[in-house]
């Protein structure tokens, strides 16, 4: 039941990661480090080895793009 539930919130991260401009890849990163909240987690219905990864990268994507709106001077709206 869990894992379907974190199927259905993450549905459309793959193809906002991959398509959007910046605003909209930041507001979708965003969203799926959401899924690894204090009190709900997807780690709760996920193993580490797929959570893990997921996380890392999501962290790592959020920084390159904060350091891209600092370089560049654009704001997310």
Same mark, same amino acid.
């Given at each position: 039941?869990? &894992?379907?539930?974190? =199927? ?6 793959? /193809?906002?990661? #991959? @398509?959007?401009?910046?605003?909209? $890849?930041?507001? &979708?990163?965003?969203? =799926? ?6 009190? /709900?987690?997807? #780690? @709760?219905?996920?193993?580490?080895? $797929? ?5 890392? =990268? ?20």
């Amino acid at each position: 039941m869990g &894992a379907t539930r974190w =199927a259905t919130y993450l549905e459309h991260t793959p /193809d906002r990661l #991959r @398509d959007d401009e910046l605003p909209g $890849l930041r507001a &979708a990163a965003l969203r =799926a480090r959401a899924a690894f909240g204090p009190k /709900d987690s997807i #780690r @709760d219905a996920l193993p580490s080895d $797929l959570t893990e990864p997921f996380l890392d =990268a999501i962290d790592r994507l959020l920084r390159e793009i904060n350091r891209e709106i600092n370089r560049s001077g654009r704001g997310t709206g």
